[in-house]
């Protein structure tokens, strides 16, 4: 099992500057295959903001936050990240860090399946809200 919890949330004004930190507690981050970021906006759907392998740290980022967002993460420490530069109202969401823990019988509930990119995320953590204004 892997417990995730999200830091960094706030209210920010467009063009400007947050970071979110996602702590995994339980199994060691190093089990993971691979960590992201996702985000919920009201009345949509969940969708992939960015995601890491967790060993060799190629990542994967969703084209509406190419340039502006940047995943990383600290092995050693058990944590993720996700800097979030030029914020748009449209990034406006709740914002969830997830973990592909394949050793771990709980079922995954999203996916991402690229030819360059796999990842069945299985745990969650409660999330963090960012909200940018006009």
């Known amino acids: 099992q892997v417990q995730l919890v999200e830091y960094g949330g706030g209210s920010v004004q467009a063009g400007g500057s947050l970071r979110l930190s996602c702590a995994a507690s339980?199994?060691?981050?190093?089990?993971?295959?691979?960590t992201g970021w996702f985000r919920q906006a009201p009345g949509k759907g969940r969708e992939v903001v960015a995601a890491?392998?967790?060993?060799?740290?190629?990542?994967y980022y969703a084209d509406s936050v190419k340039g502006r967002f940047t995943i990383s993460q600290d092995n050693a420490k058990n944590t993720l990240y996700l800097q979030m530069n030029s914020l748009k109202p449209e990034d406006t969401a709740m914002y969830y860090c997830?973990?592909?823990?394949?050793?771990?019988?709980?079922?995954?509930?999203?996916?991402?399946?690229?030819?360059?990119?796999?990842?069945?995320?299985?745990?969650w953590g409660q999330g963090t809200r960012v909200t940018v204004s006009s």
């Open positions: 339980g199994d060691t981050y190093s089990s993971t295959i691979c």
């Open positions: 890491i392998y967790t060993s060799g740290g190629t990542t």
């Open positions: 997830a973990a592909d823990l394949p050793a771990a019988t709980k079922k995954a509930t999203f996916f991402i399946r690229r030819s360059d990119f796999v990842c069945e995320y299985n745990f």
